[in-house]
């Protein structure tokens, strides 16, 4: 039975829906009803177990007025994420649904949340031992810090840009986030562009390492 | 009922063709749904020369619609006629959409794929390279169509452009010997964030396309059918269901092409062509009777 939880000042959602098939870290979902939005929007897996899948919604945006409606699911869609040895994780805002879902898979060594607000703190699963930020401190400032270097990383663009100038040493695998359209390979809206040419979130990603993606072209 | 409809010698099993770009090539399309289903598939615009296509954004979500910066992306006519278009299944019609800059682009593009297309689709009309459309020059177009009729047999397509005259524009297609007109390309549209005063696309302008510009689309294809009857003339534009291609072919379209949705759910194709039918059979005519059923006072 689908469950609509909204945050205390209506910033954010919870959608929880019944779903019996399987998605790995890195996946998504794009979610429509019968009557909108014209394009299906997607959304990373914040949590499946149970039969239960959920995803964390950041209010505000179109799909608001639909989510009281019969949700129709699509997915999952885009390549899963191998479990990345010695881990530190990283997440920006409502790029923590697929970090949290990572976590919740393959564990972790740490990690570092930054959020936006107390709003999104008070609302999401924070497993015990991770390190939760709230602006301006930032995700990236903390993350100097740690003796680990490979990091998967989920967040806004300045925060991805952040880690690839500040350390230059580490191995950093970004899930990104692009608009799109078909989430399948076929409409090119969500391009990345990387050593081998463009690629698009969708169907090469959406995980892709960082050292290899023109992060100026892709977020300028 | 018969969905068949036969235009310049091509035939094609039902009016329902895919649209130029939302599709690429179809490989990731014919995953979800068979050739066999649809009646012609039109390829992304080839140019002689790859382009890596747009710096992102590249969309842009609006109601019943989307605003798309794509940028012609593709790999060059070479590695085209190598990797892909000697694949493209012949279970639905080819049509191939050629492009370029200049009349020689169009017509060394037109020569190379000739042989692995049905039909060639010249498209005059891309809203999102360079800073106005190859349609507004008319003297431009007029080389461009020339030149690509010098270069093959099949029938060709003129693509033209929504954001401008569209019966001047099929004027000059006729003048340069076209016989059938796509109306039209997406709309140029722009949006812009409240909170940082800058556009969402880079290049300001992208291309309309979904239900909200449909009734557009319409008008043209009913305005250029009325000023010439025997010219054949494709509609596209905003099409979700077997009603809208009911609506495009009675505002005078042979053809319906499909875009968007087919990009957003593939297996709808389908529903489509049978919810088709299934009208057809309800008012007892063939899909050809429907065709330009507004010029001639509604159905008989």
Redesign the interface.
């Known amino acids: 039975m689908k469950m609509l939880k909204v945050s205390e000042k209506g910033s954010y959602a919870l959608l929880e829906l019944p779903y019996d098939g399987k998605a790995m870290p890195g996946q998504f979902f794009t979610i429509k009803t019968k009557t909108g939005p014209y394009i299906p929007r997607p959304f990373s897996v914040y949590d499946l177990k149970g039969g239960n899948l959920k995803f964390l919604i950041k209010t505000g945006g179109e799909i608001q007025q639909f989510l009281d409606e019969d949700i129709i699911i699509d997915g999952p869609f885009g390549n899963p994420i191998s479990k990345i040895d010695d881990v530190l994780l990283l997440a920006g805002g409502v790029g923590y649904a697929p970090i949290h879902f990572y976590a919740l898979v393959y564990g972790f060594k740490e990690m570092i949340i930054g959020m936006p607000d107390d709003e999104l703190f008070d609302f999401v699963d924070i497993p015990d031992h991770c390190v939760c930020v709230v602006n301006p401190t930032t995700p990236v400032d903390l993350a100097k810090l740690s003796p680990l270097k490979n990091i998967l990383v989920c967040g806004p663009h300045e925060m991805i840009m952040g880690l690839k100038r500040d350390l230059p040493e580490s191995t950093l695998y970004a899930i990104m986030e692009e608009k799109m359209a078909c989430a399948r390979g076929m409409c090119e809206g969500c391009a990345v562009m990387t050593k081998d040419g463009v690629k698009f979130v969708c169907k090469d990603g959406p995980t892709f390492k960082v050292s290899e993606v023109d992060l100026e072209w892709t977020y300028r | 009922m018969d969905l068949s409809i036969e235009i310049e010698g091509i035939h094609f099993k039902n009016p329902i063709v895919t649209a130029s770009g939302?599709?690429?090539f179809g490989d990731?399309?014919f995953?979800?749904i068979s050739p066999s289903v649809i009646g012609g598939f039109t390829s992304k615009t080839v140019t002689p020369k790859p382009i890596?296509?747009?710096?992102?954004?590249?969309?842009?979500?609006i109601?019943?619609?989307?605003l798309?910066s794509?940028g012609l992306?593709n790999p060059g006519v070479d590695l085209f006629i190598q990797k892909t278009a000697p694949f493209l299944s012949e279970k639905c019609v080819r049509i191939i959409s050629v492009g370029g800059e200049n009349p020689q682009d169009f017509a060394d593009v037109t020569k190379k794929v000739e042989k692995f297309a049905d039909m060639i689709e010249v498209n005059l009309s891309c809203p999102n390279v360079g800073g106005k459309v190859i349609a507004s020059d008319s003297q431009l177009t007029k080389e461009i169509l020339s030149g690509c009729k010098a270069m093959t047999k099949k029938p060709l397509i003129a693509k033209l452009s929504l954001d401008l005259d569209t019966v001047r524009q099929s004027q000059i297609a006729i003048d340069s010997g076209i016989k059938i007109v796509n109306i039209g390309n997406s709309i140029q549209g722009a949006r812009f964030n409240f909170k940082t005063g800058k556009p969402f696309l880079k290049n300001v302008k992208g291309g309309l396309s979904?239900?909200a510009f449909m009734p557009i689309a319409l008008w043209k294809v009913y305005q250029v059918k009325e000023a010439f009857e025997d010219l054949t003339v494709i509609g596209l534009g905003g099409v979700t269901k077997a009603e809208d291609v009911m609506e495009y072919a009675i505002a005078g379209a042979s053809i319906v092409e499909i875009g968007?949705q087919a990009?957003?759910?593939?297996k709808s194709i389908q529903k489509i062509i049978e919810d088709l039918k299934n009208m057809l059979e309800a008012l007892k005519l063939d899909f050809k009777e429907v065709v330009n059923a507004s010029h001639r006072g509604g159905f008989r």
């Open positions: 939302p599709l690429g990731e399309f995953k979800y890596t296509g747009n710096m992102p954004p590249r969309l842009v979500y109601q019943n619609g989307l798309n794509i992306q979904g239900p968007t990009m957003i759910d593939p």
